[in-house]
């Protein structure tokens, strides 16, 4: 699962460079610590510059470009694996507001990949909402670190 949570992360806030993710500082946290945490890479190949966090790998870029291009077919059932990479996605990509998880420029793909586990999907206000929103968050809240942190900001700027 900890693979497929920074995977879920990169595919939602992909940096330019390297395999990262671009965004507001707690995104780029969320990321050095899971990949530090599954022992990815050590902290000294980690780089954090402005808006991005990023290491490089050709092996693990490939990986993760081969497990991106087939996450329709991976992440189709309701399981631990699925859970951490949605939770990576949410964590990217979400936040809760008035006790509703909400997320903001997610592709149509991932959109499908939450609605095929079981999730309808509505749009209000440029945020996609994930109905039923309780079933969601515990869905994902073993693997989410912000939602275990209380940490649930936006971090579309």
């Known amino acids: 699962p900890e693979l497929a949570y920074i995977i879920g992360l990169w595919v939602?806030?992909?940096?330019?460079?390297?395999?990262?993710?671009?965004?507001?500082?707690?995104?780029?946290e969320y990321f050095v610590k899971a990949v530090m945490h599954s022992g990815l890479m050590p902290s000294s190949k980690i780089l954090v510059s402005g808006k991005k966090a990023y290491f490089y790998h050709s092996g693990y870029k490939k990986f993760f470009t081969e497990i991106e291009k087939e996450?329709?077919?991976?992440?189709?059932?309701?399981?631990?694996l699925s859970?951490?990479?949605?939770?990576g996605v949410f964590d990217a990509a979400g936040m809760v507001a008035n006790g509703a998880p909400r997320m903001k420029n997610v592709s149509l793909g991932l959109q499908l990949i939450i609605?095929?586990?079981g999730f309808r999907i509505a749009t209000r206000e440029n945020y996609y909402y994930p109905i039923p929103p309780r079933e969601f968050t515990d869905f994902i809240l073993p693997y989410s670190q912000a939602?275990?942190?209380?940490?649930?900001?936006?971090?579309?700027?």
Do not use: T, W, Y
């Not at 939602?12 to 780029?28: E, M, N, T």
């Not at 939602?147 to 700027?157: K, Q």
């Open 12 to 28: 939602a806030r992909k940096s330019r460079v390297g395999i990262g993710v671009h965004g507001l500082p707690h995104v780029q």
């Open 71 to 80: 996450m329709d077919n991976r992440f189709r059932s309701r399981n631990a």
């Open 83 to 87: 859970a951490a990479f949605v939770a």
């Open 115 to 117: 609605e095929r586990l």
């Open 147 to 157: 939602l275990r942190s209380g940490n649930e900001r936006d971090p579309c700027p």
